[in-house]
């Protein structure tokens, strides 16, 4: 199974969280922004993620060294291309969605 994770970094933690193909909530988690503990969650995670997408910000430089050594594939993003993007992409949800999405 494909798995892919997202990492919203800040100065003291990173908000890490990995989806499936479907896009579904595989595991979410707060770790240390630092290379190691990174790389150790990672590897806790049992499953080798397909890809790795690290914001951009005063950290990625160093956290994308450590990690792109330890063998992850990690890209960095700038969150306002991401935005753009998102914005072009239709939603797509089933009616039980849409009815929750409007109350």
Do not use: N
């Amino acid at each position: 199974m494909k798995e892919y994770a997202g990492i919203d970094v800040s100065l003291e933690y990173a908000s890490v969280c990995v989806v499936d193909a479907d896009g579904r909530i595989v595991r979410e988690a707060k770790i240390l922004s630092e290379p190691d503990a990174l790389i150790a969650w990672s590897g806790e995670h049992g499953v080798a993620m397909e890809r790795i997408g690290l914001e951009a910000g005063p950290l990625s430089q160093w956290l994308h060294a450590g990690m792109v050594k330890a063998g992850l594939c990690v890209e960095l993003i700038e969150t306002r291309h991401v935005r753009a993007a998102f914005k072009t992409m239709p939603v797509k949800t089933d009616k039980k969605d849409a009815r929750a999405l409007r109350s």
